[in-house]
């Protein structure tokens, strides 16, 4: 079974400072997608990376692919308490299953 | 236009009762998914369709019967409610099963088993 281990499972913090959400594994993995989750809804798809050493960036956000492609990270710059969700990452396989990380709740105080 | 719809939004039930759950994705997607959440927010994959044929069933309890009348529904039949059957349960759908794993998540059905 492909394990994906999120870190820290839970982070509070104010209104711009920054963080930074792990997600290991020891597993390899094709591809690997960020997700957040709002309470009540459904994960939203953040971000895809593919190829080893991946950096992309989203405004504030940035992410990261290990070079071996088993782990990833997620760095918010100055954060907001619209950032507040659950972070879920998410490792693929080509055998069309995605195994999803226990989660980070991240939570921003105004 | 909602992308992946589900129906119904909050389902409760009694214990033993059959339930159904609806999923409909209008992104023309090939593949589509349900997975259970608990109430520890891990999300577990259940089943996965692609093109309306079944391609990923993990350990779920026969109970569970999805149903895929075209591509674009995937339903949930659930037997003899459990009180572990109490979960959120997601629908998701993406373009094609093999690459990139994007996928586009339902709002969820919370599912209260009493």
């Known amino acids: 079974t492909q394990l994906l281990e999120q870190s820290p499972q839970f982070l509070s913090i104010q209104e711009g400072e920054n963080l930074t959400v792990y997600c290991n594994s020891s597993?390899?993995?094709?591809?690997l997608q960020w997700y957040r989750q709002e309470p009540g809804e459904g994960p939203v798809l953040l971000v895809t990376?593919?190829?080893?050493?991946e950096v992309k960036k989203l405004k504030r956000l940035t992410f990261q692919f290990g070079d071996a492609r088993k782990d990833s990270s997620l760095h918010i710059t100055a954060a907001q308490p619209g950032d507040t969700g659950l972070y879920l990452c998410a490792g693929g396989t080509n055998a069309g299953k995605s195994t999803f990380g226990d989660g980070t709740t991240l939570t921003v105080k105004p | 236009d909602t992308a992946v719809s589900q129906t119904p939004k909050y389902l409760v039930t009694q214990m033993g009762n059959d339930k159904s759950i609806k999923c409909e994705q209008n992104?023309?997607?090939?593949?589509m998914y349900w997975y259970k959440q608990d109430s520890k927010k891990f999300l577990k994959i259940m089943f996965s369709?692609?093109?309306?044929?079944?391609?990923i069933n993990e350990t779920v309890p026969n109970r569970f019967s999805p149903k895929s009348p075209d591509k674009a529904h995937l339903n949930l039949h659930i037997n003899s409610l459990e009180l572990g059957d109490s979960a959120v349960y997601f629908c998701a759908s993406s373009q094609e099963w093999s690459v990139a794993h994007e996928q586009f998540f339902g709002p969820g059905t919370r599912l209260t088993v009493l």
């Open positions: 992104l023309g997607h090939d593949t």
């Open positions: 597993s390899v993995f094709s591809s």
């Open positions: 990376v593919v190829t080893g050493g």
């Open positions: 369709y692609n093109n309306k044929e079944l391609i």
